[in-house]
Nanobody, 113 residues
Framework: VQLVESGGGLVQPGGSLRLSCAVSGFTFFSSYDMTWHRQAPGKERELVARITSSGSATNYAASVKGRFTISRDNAKNTVYLQMNSLKPEDTAVYYC??????WGQGTQVTVSS
């Protein structure tokens, strides 16, 4: 099983980024919840957003609610994180996770002017 994140980068405060996480080597992607997490320097990894297997339900950390949107395309074995109104405190390495415990390698998001 391989999870590959992409879409990170440097963005100014107030800007947007869309992260993608492509899952390969796993037949039952559509049967499992997916989550996005992030880890800032010197801090513990935290849960950012969760989406159920069908995509019918989502939930978010209080710090990103109303600004971030998690979605998935089960036909493409991919989960997304749309991040709007980015703040410097959103700077972190972002990871996706398959509910069975598989992690991606992470993608850096830096919010700075």
């Amino acid at each position: 099983v391989q999870l590959v994140e992409s879409g990170g980068g440097l963005v100014q405060p107030g800007g947007s980024l869309r992260l993608s996480c492509a899952v390969s080597g796993f037949t039952f992607f559509s049967s499992y919840d997916m989550t996005w997490h992030r880890q800032a320097p010197g801090k513990e990894r935290e849960l950012v957003a969760r989406i159920t297997s069908s995509g019918s339900a989502t939930n978010y950390a209080a710090s990103v609610k109303g600004r971030f949107t998690i979605s998935r395309d089960n036909a493409k074995n991919t989960v997304y994180l749309q991040m709007n109104s980015l703040k410097p405190e959103d700077t972190a390495v972002y990871y996706c996770r398959l509910a069975l415990g598989y992690w991606g390698q992470g993608t850096q998001v830096t919010v700075s002017s």
